[in-house]
């Protein structure tokens, strides 16, 4: 049995097909990799890291 503080952990394919991930499909295929799962704070931190980086051009 888990406790109240383990929070769920998802694969890359999860995070990918979940509805709530519609605009951000492309970006979760390239940041998560196939053999890990995710939390959905991690994931969220690795969306925002991302958005952050600078545009380099």
């Known amino acids: 049995m ?3 503080n383990e929070k769920s952990k998802f694969s ?3 995070f ?3 509805e709530a ?3 951000s499909r492309n970006l979760l295929q390239v940041l998560l990799k196939e053999d890990k799962t995710y939390t959905q704070d991690e994931v969220a ?3 925002m890291d991302w958005n952050k980086k600078e545009v380099k051009g």
Do not use: H, M, P
């Open 12 to 14: 890359k394919t999860a």
């Open 21 to 23: 991930n519609n605009n």
């Open 16 to 18: 990918i097909e979940a």
């Open 45 to 47: 931190k690795l969306v």
């Open 2 to 4: 888990s406790s109240k």
